[in-house]
């Protein structure tokens, strides 16, 4: 028996438990101890994945010097603490080991199968950009999202990965540091963040800002460094004082916790605020965390009957969530010594959904610890399907938006800069969310028109349209819609696309099939006047 656990021979005995030391390594140790509730079948996938990622690796160093496998490690943490399941895990830590490592795809396929060669494929292909340089770049990019258009997990590995890159990026040489920074900062952190996981977006974004804008961030380093202290301490007090009335007033399930604005957001609000750090009331927030709506609503009672609240700042995102799915309700107060604190409540599956969007709808625990999840988060962001319990390829397929595929196959060359370009105009410029009337959710660049938002929706409403609704009043079709707009499109069967809309619609998609539609109308003309 002995004889075959031998390497050579392992191949002759698929089914054979691996052996492995009978005290986890501390590394090991440590993935271990960012998850919960696993049992042990599934924690053998992740020691397997650990065991054959250690031997992929040996001998291999990163630039800061570390054993090379510790970066697979801290990676397969990341995933962990965004509540991935084993599969992913295990997918994290083998995510090098055959674009740096020594391993093969047959070896994964035979060890682990087909579903983790698959996320290592995905998230090897996107990895490539590294070595090409920026003629590259924008390839690679189209290539992410084909990728994660087939499964978004690739990026949530990807996401885990950068993570820990820009963790260590200090001992990068400095040409690439810029440019690996600005990546991040430009496409990582704001997709992370239209996919909901909020506090990865925050950390891509503060680990970069330093690298891209060196001055910027001194700058605003020290301006939160002064601001903290006093507004921690007023924090503090307000905390105590409200947790006692919360008591008081018969409340005894709840926690609360603060935040403190990441560095980057607090830059981007600075730079819209006129660098006036007195008009930001959410530097720091105070959370308070209950058990159900009720209790959100008796909360916001209680801190009302003890502070004032600023007039125009309560905000229930639990009667009418924010159209990314986030529900809380926020109010500012009066602390009474001449400050201003914002207070957001919130039940435990909102935090959790505001933490880590489209990952805890992906997550291991997602389906077990009795969330109530009934999918309308998903139907609310990514628009159609139904969303039932994870782990299978259907739901996962269903789960990835359906604006990333859009962007997969947006690109006719993806050569040329078009397309980032039409990356940044369409995706990244700012959003607005808008409504068809069945209530799903639309997300189109600021400024555009309902013939920008027909395209969107289906391209044969675009070429039939003849009108619009804009919150049930008919309005010009070139209105700029709103956020939170609710857009119906009037079709007809003489309705078509003419020139003037080409001026009108401001989103690459809709002018190009516009364009299109003018090109084969004049074509067919031509024809008719040739017989
Ligand atoms: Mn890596």
Redesign the pocket.
Known sequence: MELHEQDTTIKLQPKAPKKHPKQDPQKLVEIFNEISGFTQKQKDIIRDAYYFTERAHEGQLRKSGEPYFF??VE?AKNLAALGMGPKVIAAGLL??SI??GVATEEEILYEFGEEILFLIDG?TKL?RVRYHGMRRHNESLRKLFVATSRDIRVLIIKFA??L??METLEHVREDKRHRIASETLEIYAPLAYRLGITTLSKQLEDLSFPYVYPEDYKKVRDILRERSKQTLSKLEHVERSISKKMALGGMRNFRTSHRIKGLYSLYKKLQRKNWDIDSIYDVAALRIIVPTITDCYQCLGIVHEHYKPMPGRIKDYIALPKPNGYQSIHTTIFTGDGGLLEIQIRTEDMHRDSELGAASHLGYKSGASGHTDDGTWVQKLFGKGHYSPPDSTEVIEKVTPTWIAALAEHSDNPESDKFETELKEDFFKHQIFVFTPKGETIALPEDSTPIDFAFQVHTGIGLTMSGAKINGKMSAIDSRLKNLDIVEIVTSKRGRPTAKWLDIAITNEARRKIKGFLEREEEERQERERR
Do not use: A
Request: hydrophobic share 15%.
């Open positions: 970066h697979l990676t995510h090098d674009e740096d998230v990895g990965d950068r820990h890159n």
